[in-house]
């Protein structure tokens, strides 16, 4: 009796702390539908739903890290260092996506904006014909929320290139023409930044 007592007190243990951690990575999720416009030879325009899902954000210490390491030794450099980081995803429906290397949080005149890099998906094709477009490594989203109306809009930069240029800025450069618009933006529990 006490064996089996134990056990169940064990197992609902269990259960709770699994739930716990389930509901603590859950985050911020947000989506939308992504406007993305074409480039080169491919000009047509794409709609594709969208979830940015935010599980965590980039430390001041990391983000001096990062901009110290972009400076000195370039995209490629920062690509290693951020490549093992995962505070979230940012995923195309239908797809897996990709796990969120760096994201910045902040509050602007009452709206949280938050912005994601992460290395963004290369095909097979892009590298084998060593198209121009593998000098954009990353994904760059910016999305500004009303935190009262949990909706917003933003922009995406699908294929990002990113430089530094001084005084804590980078510039953010999109291979394709026009950067792409997030469009019917709505936000799930923004009250976790």
């Known amino acids: 009796?006490?064996?089996?007592?134990?056990?169940?007190?064990?197992?609902?243990?269990?259960?709770?702390?699994?739930?716990?951690?389930?509901?603590?990575q859950r985050g911020t999720t947000i989506t939308g539908t992504a406007?993305?416009?074409?480039?080169?030879?491919?000009?047509?325009?794409?709609?594709?739903?969208?979830?940015?899902t935010v599980t965590g954000r980039t430390s001041d210490r990391e983000t001096a890290a990062y901009l110290d390491t972009l400076q000195v030794r370039g995209q490629d450099?920062?690509?290693q260092q951020m490549g093992s980081r995962s505070l979230g995803?940012?995923?195309?429906?239908?797809?897996?996506?990709?796990p969120l290397n760096a994201v910045f949080v902040e509050q602007i005149g009452g709206d949280t904006l938050i912005r994601a890099v992460f290395r963004r998906w290369v095909g097979f094709g892009e590298i084998r014909r060593?198209?121009?477009?593998?000098?954009?490594?990353?994904?760059?989203?910016?999305?500004?929320?009303d935190p009262r109306t949990k909706?917003?809009?933003?922009?995406?930069?699908?294929?990002?290139?990113?430089?530094?240029?001084?005084?804590?800025?980078?510039?953010?450069?999109d291979f394709g023409t026009l950067p792409g618009r997030l469009?019917?933006?709505?936000?799930?529990?923004?009250?976790?930044?």
Do not use: W
């Open 1 to 24: 009796m006490k064996k089996t007592l134990h056990f169940c007190t064990l197992l609902i243990l269990f259960t709770f702390v699994f739930c716990y951690s389930a509901l603590a």
């Open 35 to 52: 406007v993305i416009y074409g480039s080169g030879f491919n000009t047509r325009t794409v709609t594709r739903p969208f979830t940015l």
């Open 77 to 79: 450099a920062l690509m």
């Open 89 to 98: 995803r940012f995923s195309f429906t239908g797809s897996v996506g990709e």
């Open 130 to 145: 060593g198209l121009r477009s593998v000098d954009y490594p990353f994904s760059y989203v910016e999305v500004r929320i």
């Open 151 to 173: 909706r917003g809009e933003g922009v995406i930069y699908p294929a990002a290139k990113l430089r530094f240029r001084g005084e804590n800025t980078i510039e953010i450069e």
């Open 183 to 193: 469009i019917g933006v709505r936000a799930q529990n923004v009250s976790s930044f």
